[in-house]
Each structure stands twice: as C-alpha cells, then as structure tokens.
C-alpha cells in the first residue's frame, strides 16, 4: 500500500440529492469541515467523506455520484485505522474517523451497489487544522 497520494477531486454538498458543487480548491475549518458543505458542522461525525479513485473505478461509479467531498490517487485508505492522521499538502492535517456506511441510494445509482459496496463508500475524516485543500495537494499517512 502507497503512503502518499493526491487529491483528483473536490466537491461540496450543497443540498440533499442535488448534484454536488465542483470546486478546485476548498477553504477547510477546524473541527468542522469544508466551508459550504453541508455537513461542515461541529461533533459531526460526518464532517468530510474521502474516497479511493482506483475503489471508484473499481465499483464504475462517475466523481461525485457516491457523495464524497475529495477522491484521493495512488493511496489506498482501506486499510487505514480510525484515529489515524493524513496530512494534506505541506502541513494541513485530519483524522480518521469511521468508514461510511452505503445507504440505500446507492441502489438508485445502480441496483445491487449497496451490497457491492459495502466496507469500501469511503472513509469520514476531521479536519485537525484550518487551511485549504486544492486538487493536486499531495496526501500522505502521517501516524
């Protein structure tokens, strides 16, 4: 398994089963998440989903249809432990939390995918820091 990877892809949810807001960069708080995004709230534990491009590929699913906030290359995060830190860019740092449940919408992407999927929707982090995340950021498991 790859320690480092980059970010391909950033997006923010905007509103419920609305298509998802491409960015190129995003402003990241603290203890909250992506600024703009729905679920940037304090004690969510929901605050940022990061997925596996080469899981993506895997599953044939399209950038944004599985609701991720930032789809990371060349890392596998299956594997990852909750708790565990990854530091985006040069010092901008998250930490794992626990791996996304498949709700059954992921059957009105493709009947059977929720069962497909399962163990592999992606991993929810927390921002540890404030700063901004841009594609192309390189993405390293820290501890």
Do not use: W, Y
């Not at 626990?98 to 163990?119: A, F, Q, T, V, W």
Request: net charge negative; aromatic share 2%.
């Amino acid at each position: 398994m790859s320690e480092t990877g980059k970010i391909v892809d950033i997006r923010l949810n905007i509103a419920s089963r609305e298509p998802m807001s491409v960015v190129d960069r995003a402003e990241v708080k603290a203890g909250e998440g992506l600024v703009g995004d729905r679920h940037a709230k304090r004690k969510s534990s929901r605050q940022i989903l990061l997925m596996d491009r080469a899981i993506m590929d895997a599953l044939e699913v399209e950038p944004g249809q599985l609701r991720e906030n930032m789809t990371i290359e060349g890392l596998s995060l299956f594997g990852l432990e909750k708790g565990q830190k990854l530091r985006v860019g040069d010092s901008l740092e998250f930490q794992i939390g626990e791996l996304c449940d498949p709700c059954e919408n992921m059957d009105h992407i493709r009947p059977g995918l929720r069962e497909k999927i399962e163990g592999q929707r992606g991993l929810f982090v927390t921002p540890l820091g404030s700063g901004e995340v841009k594609l192309g950021d390189e993405v390293t498991v820290v501890s």
